[in-house]
């Protein structure tokens, strides 16, 4: 399912936990073979390090978030599900990169693939449809 994920969607959301240093690993590992799945097209990916509001078991620095997004080329955000923080900008974020891009394709699909791996890593993968957001 994975693989069908990486073939198909127009922007991806790969979130991982603050708590888990292993989680923000696979998240590297799966942004870099999604980038070898699509390597001749420009599609927006959005990093997002969540459970922010779990201060004190924190593994993750914004920092090293930050770094990680900047040497992929994607987009950052910190979010806290539990607290509703920051997830509004996200969703709001991918929806304006698929835009950006929206003219060059003139299809209008519709589609989110979700794919929870191990150490609580979310592969989230997002077809357009987005004229009615």
């Not at 590297?28 to 509001?53: H, T």
Request: charged share 30%; with cysteine.
């Amino acid at each position: 399912m994975k693989d069908q994920c990486m073939r198909m969607g127009d922007a991806y959301i790969i979130v991982y936990s603050v708590t888990d240093k292993s989680s923000f690993e696979k998240a590297s590992e799966l942004r870099i073979q999604l980038r070898r799945a699509r390597q001749s097209e420009n599609i927006p990916i959005i990093l997002v390090g969540n459970k922010s509001d779990l201060v004190r078991s924190r593994e993750v620095s914004v920092d090293e978030g930050s770094a990680c997004a900047v040497v992929f080329d994607c987009k950052f955000i910190e979010t806290s599900a539990s607290l509703h923080h920051n997830v509004r900008d996200l969703f709001e974020g991918i929806v304006r990169q698929i835009r950006l891009r929206k003219d060059s394709k003139e299809e209008n699909s519709y589609g989110v693939c979700l794919h929870k791996g191990k150490r609580n890593v979310i592969f989230l993968m997002w077809t357009r449809a987005v004229s009615d957001v």
